[in-house]
Nanobody
Framework: QVQLVESGGGSVQAGGSLRLSCTASGGTFRGYTMGWFRQAPGKEREFVTVISWSGTVTDYADSAKGRFTISREYAKNTVYLQMNSLKPEDSAVYYC??????????????????WGQGTQVTVSS
């Protein structure tokens, strides 16, 4: 069973950038599809982005397209979320997630098998 640990969250002003990291252990990182979700207070957890085990397939929520980039580094068992041009509405707890294989309903949180503990991102105006 894989364990996921996020890092890199923090506070930033609107227009700034952050890079989140998620390091996996206890499983075969190369075999997992990885993703990021976020959850703001009083809202449901929402899909942000996904990357396939090979790194060749990625997808983004409309809110993230053109601003966020997901990538993975196999040697470090780590997936990254580079977030640029941040907006106050990006403020949320960001969660790393893993699934055993890329499923068609990757946009639904219920589809994912493993979760990290989350890291807070706060964007001030």
């Amino acid at each position: 069973q894989v364990q996921l640990v996020e890092s890199g969250g923090g506070s930033v002003q609107a227009g700034g950038s952050l890079r989140l990291s998620c390091t996996a252990s206890g499983g075969t990182f190369r075999g997992y599809t990885m993703g990021w979700f976020r959850q703001a207070p009083g809202k449901e957890r929402e899909f942000v982005t996904v990357i396939s085990w090979s790194g060749t397939v990625t997808d983004y929520a409309d809110s993230a397209k053109g601003r966020f980039t997901i990538s993975r580094e196999y040697a470090k068992n780590t997936v990254y979320l580079q977030m640029n041009s941040l907006k106050p509405e990006d403020s949320a707890v960001y969660y790393c997630a893993a699934m055993n294989y890329l499923k068609s309903e990757y946009g639904r949180a219920e589809t994912w098998n493993y979760w990290g503990q989350g890291t807070q991102v706060t964007v001030s105006s």
